[in-house]
């Protein structure tokens, strides 16, 4: 059997085709794996299986299984396994191969005996089906005769429906002229045959001549001129049911447009040409307001029938004349009439008149009382045209310069020191100019008579700007003064008053900011429906620029106290030269520093402490005393050392001169019932030392809130071996 494999499978195939025509052959089996192979091949063959094998991957993935040469020969010896499995899958399914061959032997002429009668078959559905859609054309045509002449049937029909309607229409209008008053009867039975001849015409216009055509649009024409007439009659003498019959009759005409137009020409348009124009605003005694009033007039004098019969609870609807009629003549009016109103450049006639303006439309929206026609009123184009002739940002800019340019102009002016330093300043209000005018414009913004509800984002966000513009003030005012005059006081004293009064009104702009909230959401327009904390959002940056300087203030006044006072910290370095070889007193009271030393302290206390508060004032303090305690320790303690250094110096060179024990000890015995000058030197700076925390203790600060204070005290108790206690004095060292 084997001879009778193909010559494919010769000495050159690869495994790689051998799997294949194995695979191949036993694709019908419903398991099939790869013959299995030696144990210690390099690879997996179950990768031969994968549809995306590739040799390259192969080799990539194998290379660290061995050398190309245990990869070749691994491969070799699989390869002869699977030609003996493909043998004997041949030799297995031999048997049926040969059936196979034998079963299909002459299943081509059957075939084609098959195919004969099949050809024939679909020749003869083709007729069928040919005969059928030539059937189902033929019924098409019918059905489209048919419709057509229905359509000729019944544009006949309307053809002969408006020829009888062209003459009843012909007729009552005659009639209607011969009569001596109109008669509504008779309107109303021609408005019926108008409306039957027009719908007839569009079924029958490709069969009306020209002259039927006209006739027809000249016969109703003829019936909107005598509707119009009895119209106008009906309004001048005022009755309610005639005009009740003569705006159904528009209404069944589809004309209602028509009879709005009509009462606009006939009836509006004369009495505003008398009313709205240039002249007659010059000549009102109440100006603008007075046009205003005589134009609502006209509505209580003219237009109550029929606002009666069209609101919204009226007889007739579809109608809606204040809007077609009234204001759209009364719009076009103004605009070309009194165009002078709506000129910006005096923002105070401006404000009057756009506030005017604005109570003479809410006047027509409680006539018009109904919100479906109160909306239609302000999305009608003439009433959005008539709003943007009000140039308001124009307004809002003149005003912004009018109020920004306040506060700019003060904010530029230098401070005089003599007019500043004589000045009386007060915790209870602002005492800078700047601080006092931002506040007068924040309040104009929202003061009647500048503020309109259509601006208050701008007005809002221009009240913002004022106070971020006298808080960048600040930073310009801290510089001050460059120099003190000669009649003045002092530069430092200067300083130090502006930085305080500067923190008192920046301290009172902020308690100022809630009630500044309160009148922007009193003044907000009620559709912006907005609360307390969402403004209070707006302010947040304002609130923390305010907090920043106030900060910043306060750095400033403590390096001011602090410059004053470090320099006579200096003058503890004189103590020693004081009491050596001088022969003073053991002392008793502090040096004549000390008192300098805490001078600007007391006097920054004594003169600001109302303007600054107690709990800013605390914080003040206690950074001026934790800077002064750093230097002061620092140079308490230099001197200690410096004395101890120098007090050992002069031990050493005693101790040389005097050798005989005689001499020693009564130096000995002299140097321990008489104070030195050293020890003289270690309580001066104890007592400095009390009158220093004595001073701090009696502005209420407690000896754990300065930074060192502890230390210093420790380093002169060290010194002397004396404690110091909370208030008094330690005694003499004897």
């Given at each position: 059997?084997?001879s009778y494999?193909?010559?494919?499978?010769?000495?050159?195939?690869?495994?790689?085709?051998?799997?294949?025509h194995?695979?191949?052959?036993?694709?019908?089996r419903?398991?099939?794996?790869l013959?299995?192979?030696?144990?210690d091949l390099c690879?997996?063959?179950n990768?031969?299986m994968k549809?995306?094998?590739?040799?390259?991957?192969f080799?990539?993935?194998?290379?660290?299984?061995?050398?190309?040469?245990?990869?070749?020969d691994d491969?070799?010896?699989?390869?002869?396994?699977l030609?003996?499995?493909?043998?004997?899958?041949?030799?297995?399914?031999?048997?049926?191969f040969?059936?196979?061959?034998?079963?299909?032997?002459?299943?081509?002429?059957?075939?084609?005996?098959?195919?004969s009668?099949?050809?024939?078959?679909?020749?003869?559905m083709?007729t069928v089906?040919?005969?059928?859609?030539?059937?189902?054309?033929?019924?098409?045509?019918?059905l489209?005769?048919?419709?057509?002449?229905?359509?000729?049937?019944?544009?006949?029909?309307?053809?002969?429906?408006?020829?009888?309607?062209l003459?009843?229409?012909?007729?009552?209008?005659?009639?209607?002229?011969?009569?001596?008053?109109?008669?509504p009867?008779?309107?109303?039975r021609?408005?019926l045959?108008s409306?039957q001849?027009?719908?007839?015409?569009?079924?029958?216009?490709?069969?009306?001549?020209?002259?039927?055509?006209?006739s027809?649009?000249r016969?109703k024409?003829?019936?909107l001129?005598q509707?119009?007439?009895?119209?106008l009659?009906?309004l001048?003498?005022?009755?309610?049911?005639?005009?009740?019959?003569?705006?159904?009759?528009?209404c069944?005409?589809?004309?209602?447009?028509?009879?709005?137009?009509?009462?606009?020409?006939?009836i509006v348009?004369?009495?505003?040409?008398r009313?709205?124009?240039?002249?007659?605003?010059?000549?009102?005694?109440?100006?603008?307001?007075?046009?205003?009033?005589?134009?609502?007039?006209?509505?209580?004098?003219?237009?109550?029938?029929l606002?009666?019969?069209?609101k919204?609870?009226?007889?007739v609807?579809?109608?809606?004349?204040?809007?077609?009629?009234?204001?759209?003549e009364?719009?076009?009016?103004?605009?070309?009439?009194?165009?002078?109103?709506?000129?910006?450049?005096?923002?105070?006639?401006?404000?009057n008149k756009?506030?005017?303006?604005?109570?003479?439309?809410?006047?027509?929206?409680?006539?018009i009382?109904?919100?479906?026609e109160?909306n239609?009123?302000?999305?009608?184009?003439?009433?959005?045209s008539?709003?943007?002739?009000?140039n308001?940002?124009?307004y809002f800019q003149?005003?912004?310069?009018?109020?920004?340019?306040?506060l700019?102009?003060v904010?530029?002016?230098?401070?005089?020191?003599v007019?500043?330093?004589?000045q009386?300043?007060?915790?209870s209000?602002f005492?800078?100019?700047p601080?006092?005018i931002a506040?007068?414009?924040?309040?104009?913004?929202?003061?009647?008579?500048?503020?309109?509800?259509?601006?208050?984002?701008?007005?809002l966000?221009?009240t913002?700007q004022?106070l971020s513009r006298?808080?960048?003030?600040?930073?310009?005012?801290?510089?001050f003064?460059?120099?003190?005059s000669?009649d003045?006081k002092?530069?430092?004293?200067?300083?130090?008053?502006?930085?305080?009064?500067?923190?008192?009104?920046?301290?009172?702009?902020s308690?100022?900011i809630?009630?500044?909230?309160?009148?922007?959401?009193s003044?907000?327009?009620p559709?912006?429906?907005?609360?307390?904390?969402?403004?209070d959002?707006?302010?947040?940056?304002?609130?923390?620029?305010l907090?920043?300087?106030?900060?910043?203030?306060?750095?400033?006044v403590?390096?001011?106290?602090?410059?004053?006072?470090?320099?006579?910290?200096?003058?503890?370095?004189?103590?020693?030269?004081?009491?050596?070889?001088?022969?003073?007193?053991?002392?008793?009271?502090?040096?004549q520093?000390?008192?300098?030393?805490?001078?600007?302290?007391?006097?920054?206390?004594?003169?600001?402490?109302?303007?600054?508060?107690?709990?800013?004032l605390?914080?003040f303090?206690?950074?001026?005393?934790?800077?002064l305690?750093?230097?002061?320790?620092?140079?308490?303690?230099?001197?200690?050392?410096?004395v101890?250094?120098?007090?050992?110096?002069?031990?050493?060179?005693?101790?040389?001169?005097d050798?005989?024990?005689?001499?020693?000890?009564a130096?000995?015995?002299?140097?321990?019932t008489?104070?030195?000058?050293d020890?003289?030197i270690?309580?001066?700076?104890?007592?400095?030392?009390?009158?220093?925390v004595?001073e701090i203790?009696?502005?209420?600060?407690?000896?754990?809130?300065?930074e060192?204070?502890?230390?210093?005290?420790r380093?002169?108790?060290?010194?002397?071996?004396?404690?110091?206690g909370?208030?008094?004095?330690?005694?003499?060292h004897?």
């Amino acid at each position: 059997m084997v001879s009778y494999l193909p010559t494919t499978f010769g000495k050159k195939e690869s495994w790689k085709d051998i799997s294949y025509h194995i695979i191949s052959m036993s694709s019908g089996r419903d398991l099939f794996s790869l013959p299995a192979g030696p144990a210690d091949l390099c690879f997996d063959k179950n990768e031969f299986m994968k549809k995306t094998f590739s040799v390259d991957e192969f080799l990539h993935e194998n290379r660290n299984a061995g050398s190309l040469e245990n990869i070749r020969d691994d491969l070799g010896l699989y390869l002869k396994v699977l030609r003996s499995a493909m043998i004997e899958l041949i030799n297995q399914d031999y048997a049926d191969f040969v059936d196979l061959s034998a079963n299909l032997i002459g299943l081509d002429q059957e075939i084609g005996g098959i195919g004969s009668p099949l050809v024939k078959l679909k020749q003869e559905m083709l007729t069928v089906k040919e005969a059928l859609e030539g059937t189902m054309k033929d019924i098409s045509d019918c059905l489209e005769q048919k419709k057509a002449l229905r359509g000729y049937k019944k544009s006949l029909q309307s053809l002969a429906k408006v020829r009888t309607a062209l003459v009843k229409l012909e007729s009552l209008l005659e009639s209607v002229e011969k009569g001596h008053e109109l008669n509504p009867t008779l309107l109303e039975r021609a408005a019926l045959e108008s409306i039957q001849l027009q719908f007839n015409v569009k079924f029958c216009s490709e069969f009306l001549d020209q002259e039927q055509l006209q006739s027809a649009e000249r016969w109703k024409n003829d019936l909107l001129t005598q509707l119009k007439t009895y119209f106008l009659n009906m309004l001048e003498r005022k009755d309610l049911d005639g005009l009740e019959r003569c705006l159904r009759i528009y209404c069944t005409l589809d004309e209602c447009r028509m009879a709005e137009d009509v009462f606009k020409t006939e009836i509006v348009s004369p009495y505003m040409s008398r009313v709205v124009s240039e002249s007659s605003l010059q000549n009102s005694p109440q100006g603008l307001t007075g046009i205003y009033n005589q134009i609502l007039d006209f509505i209580s004098l003219n237009m109550k029938g029929l606002l009666n019969l069209t609101k919204k609870n009226g007889k007739v609807k579809g109608y809606n004349f204040v809007v077609n009629s009234f204001w759209t003549e009364v719009e076009r009016r103004m605009e070309t009439n009194m165009s002078s109103i709506f000129a910006p450049g005096n923002p105070e006639s401006f404000y009057n008149k756009y506030k005017c303006t604005l109570e003479f439309l809410e006047r027509i929206e409680l006539i018009i009382d109904d919100p479906v026609e109160i909306n239609y009123f302000k999305a009608h184009p003439q009433y959005r045209s008539f709003q943007v002739r009000w140039n308001l940002p124009v307004y809002f800019q003149i005003r912004f310069q009018e109020i920004g340019s306040n506060l700019e102009r003060v904010c530029s002016l230098e401070i005089d020191p003599v007019k500043f330093s004589s000045q009386q300043i007060s915790a209870s209000q602002f005492n800078l100019l700047p601080f006092s005018i931002a506040l007068t414009c924040i309040s104009s913004c929202w003061q009647d008579g500048i503020y309109l509800p259509q601006l208050f984002q701008r007005f809002l966000k221009l009240t913002l700007q004022l106070l971020s513009r006298v808080t960048t003030w600040v930073d310009s005012a801290v510089t001050f003064p460059p120099m003190a005059s000669a009649d003045s006081k002092p530069e430092s004293s200067l300083k130090l008053k502006l930085l305080a009064t500067l923190f008192s009104d920046i301290s009172n702009l902020s308690k100022k900011i809630p009630q500044i909230v309160n009148l922007i959401l009193s003044q907000s327009p009620p559709v912006l429906d907005l609360t307390v904390s969402q403004l209070d959002e707006l302010f947040f940056d304002n609130r923390s620029a305010l907090t920043t300087k106030l900060n910043r203030l306060q750095t400033l006044v403590v390096q001011e106290l602090v410059q004053a006072s470090v320099p006579h910290i200096k003058q503890v370095s004189d103590i020693p030269r004081l009491y050596r070889k001088t022969n003073r007193e053991v002392p008793s009271k502090c040096c004549q520093y000390m008192e300098q030393l805490i001078q600007p302290s007391r006097n920054f206390r004594d003169q600001y402490n109302s303007l600054v508060g107690d709990e800013r004032l605390k914080e003040f303090l206690t950074d001026v005393y934790g800077s002064l305690t750093t230097s002061y320790h620092n140079t308490v303690e230099e001197v200690l050392t410096s004395v101890q250094k120098t007090e050992e110096s002069l031990r050493r060179l005693k101790s040389l001169r005097d050798r005989n024990s005689a001499s020693t000890a009564a130096a000995s015995s002299s140097s321990t019932t008489a104070m030195t000058d050293d020890d003289k030197i270690r309580l001066q700076l104890q007592v400095d030392v009390i009158c220093f925390v004595q001073e701090i203790e009696r502005i209420g600060l407690a000896r754990g809130e300065i930074e060192k204070l502890d230390d210093l005290m420790r380093l002169v108790e060290e010194a002397t071996k004396i404690r110091i206690g909370s208030s008094s004095q330690p005694a003499p060292h004897t």
